[in-house]
């Protein structure tokens, strides 16, 4: 059993950071991941009123083990990472509502107006949209049913349950082979499965490819989650010869990418053929004064490193906006 | 083997400079219970860096009487009495340890007195349950989703005495789990037969919890 202590800084001191609803902000930050983040720090630098609405401080960061290629920091994990950004950025007392879910946006003649789910509006110059994306589903049959009863979103989570157990992973990515790699500390076998070939890094796949308890079952599709109370197993299938057999399994956890969070900025902003926020290189979108950064964007390769790096970049267009507009 | 480092017990000493009143942990173990030893040595480290902290150690069998008052079902139980020794609906099986610290921490300073605020919109809704309510949050310790779960559990039961809110380490009560079929985290079981999954917004527990009632 891990007993490490994982200690929150902000744990439980209550004190909520209170924004000014008649205020108008030059900055408003949509999102708490890496790209929200750091787009908070560099506009809090360059002198902007700035605050963060976040739904998850520290996004999907949170949901990462081990970090392994982020420059400079090569013994962290996700939530350490996450808790470093946070008390970096703390130094500079930018306000950030927690829990705080954007359900609209609207223009208030040059401005912007963004609505809270509690029903809370803010008034900004600029907005920077860094609100992430959430695991992809497979679309199968019985993935919803045995959602939490066997199919699972969350490897680090929920890898502890499956102590002893048969587990499979769905996916090709860095995170699939993170998880397989994480659940086999515990499980019994892992199996991962995925429809063309590896896509993760080398160092990852060597990991994989090596590990005594993991199996890799390529060109293989899962076309059903199957059980009865809980999940009992797949019917997958070979995607070359269209053949298909049942795999005994206690759990299935699916690592295949993930889905933008566009929210209610996708009726106001231009999207691409993936749905995701169409950005140029300025982080700028199809609407003035705001932007967008990380992974909710077109940008290639959803990666810490860039969203962070994206994130900057937003911040520092938005800055020159605001700028341009005083002039 | 001490639990919190030196950077940590200082800063867990800063945040217990917060407690408003005094709190005891009511801890009931049982000899050879699963991480009773640990759980044991972590709430000594605990008590330790703050004089408005205090340990009761009870053997489940021996103080059946105090087991029963505090409806303690299983060991290792962490039981947090307010200052006037008075139960308050909140307890932790299993050991808090991990990612739960920052579901324990929070406790503590709660039933201190040191509040956190509730919005408004939930207060009345909070108020208004009328009858008992049993909410089960199972956890795993590497689970960062997790404490936000309890902590809310544990909110709805200190502001309203009919409804009582426990911790559930799923790895420890192996078997509690099973009967509840937990295979993710955070699950939350209200009244032992309505299940959410995942860290619930505050709504979605209150719907749970009236749709439950009618």
């Known amino acids: ?84 950004f946070q008390k970096h950025l703390s130094k500079y007392g930018v306000p950030v509502l927690d829990g705080a879910e954007v359900v609209d946006v609207l223009a208030d003649g040059p401005h912007h107006v963004v609505v809270l789910s509690n029903g809370e509006t803010y008034r900004s110059k600029t907005l920077i949209v860094a609100t992430g994306s959430t695991p992809r589903k497979l679309g199968i049959p019985g993935e919803d049913r045995f959602a939490g009863k066997g199919v699972g979103y969350c490897a680090i989570c929920d890898g502890p349950l499956f102590a002893g157990k048969d587990v499979f992973v769905a996916g090709g990515g860095n995170s699939a082979v993170q998880a397989a790699l994480d659940l086999a500390q515990l499980s019994r076998a892992v199996t991962v499965v995925h429809r063309s070939t590896l896509r993760a890094d080398q160092v990852f796949v060597d990991r994989l ?108 267009s938005a800055n020159e906006y605001i700028r341009r507009l005083q002039s | 083997m001490k639990m919190f480092n030196e950077d940590l017990e200082k800063q867990l000493k800063e945040i217990f400079g917060a407690l408003k009143r005094d709190v005891t942990i009511a801890l009931f173990t049982e000899p050879g219970c699963l991480t009773g030893e640990e759980t044991t040595g972590l709430m000594e480290e605990v008590v330790a860096m703050s004089p408005k902290l205090h340990l009761v150690r009870y053997d489940r069998k021996v103080d059946a009487a105090k087991a029963a008052e505090y409806h303690v079902a299983h060991v290792p139980a962490i039981v947090l009495l307010d200052a006037s020794g008075a139960y308050r609906g909140i307890k932790f099986y299993g050991i808090p340890a991990g990612h739960e610290i920052n579901s324990f921490i929070p406790a503590l300073l709660e039933v201190s007195g040191a509040e956190s605020e509730v919005p408004k919109e939930f207060t009345d809704r909070i108020a208004a349950i009328a009858r008992p309510v049993d909410i089960k949050v199972f956890v795993t310790l590497s689970c960062p989703h997790c404490p936000g779960a309890v902590q809310k559990a544990h909110k709805l039961a200190l502001m309203n005495s009919n409804i009582q809110a426990e911790m559930i380490e799923a790895s420890t009560f ?26 619930q917004p505050m709504p979605a527990i209150l719907d749970a919890i009236e749709a439950e009632a009618s």
Not at chain 1, 40 to 59: P, Q
Not at chain 1, 217 to 240: P, Q
Not at chain 1, 294 to 309: C, E, L, N, R
Request: no cysteine; net charge negative; proline share 4%.
């Open chain 1, 1 to 84: 059993m891990n007993l490490d202590l994982s200690f929150h800084l902000d744990v439980g001191l209550g004190t909520k950071p209170k924004l000014d609803p008649d205020a108008l902000h030059d900055l408003l930050v949509v999102g708490a991941g890496p790209a929200g983040l750091n787009a908070a720090l560099y506009a809090v630098r360059k002198g902007l009123d700035v605050a963060i609405l976040g739904k998850r401080r520290g996004g999907q960061l949170l949901d990462t083990s081990a970090v392994d290629n982020y420059l400079g920091l090569d013994d962290v994990d996700g939530e350490g990472l996450s808790e470093r």
């Open chain 1, 209 to 316: 490819t090596t590990h005594p308890k993991i199996s890799v079952l390529l060109g293989t599709r899962i076309v059903e989650v199957t059980g009865d109370a809980a999940m009992d197993g797949l019917v997958v299938e070979d995607v070359a010869t269209g053949a298909r057999r049942s795999m005994k399994g206690d759990g299935l956890f699916i690592e295949i990418g993930h889905l933008p969070n566009v929210g209610p900025f996708g009726k106001r902003l231009s999207l691409s053929e993936h749905g995701e926020i169409v950005a140029d290189e300025r982080g700028t979108t199809s609407v003035p004064g705001i932007f967008a950064a990380g992974d909710v964007t077109d940008f290639p390769y959803k990666q810490i490193v860039i969203a962070v790096g994206s994130g900057a970049t937003a911040a520092l």
């Open chain 2, 174 to 199: 192996e078997e509690l789990s099973r009967r509840f079929n937990v295979s993710a985290v955070p699950q939350i079981v209200i009244d032992g037969t309505k299940t959410l999954l995942g860290n």
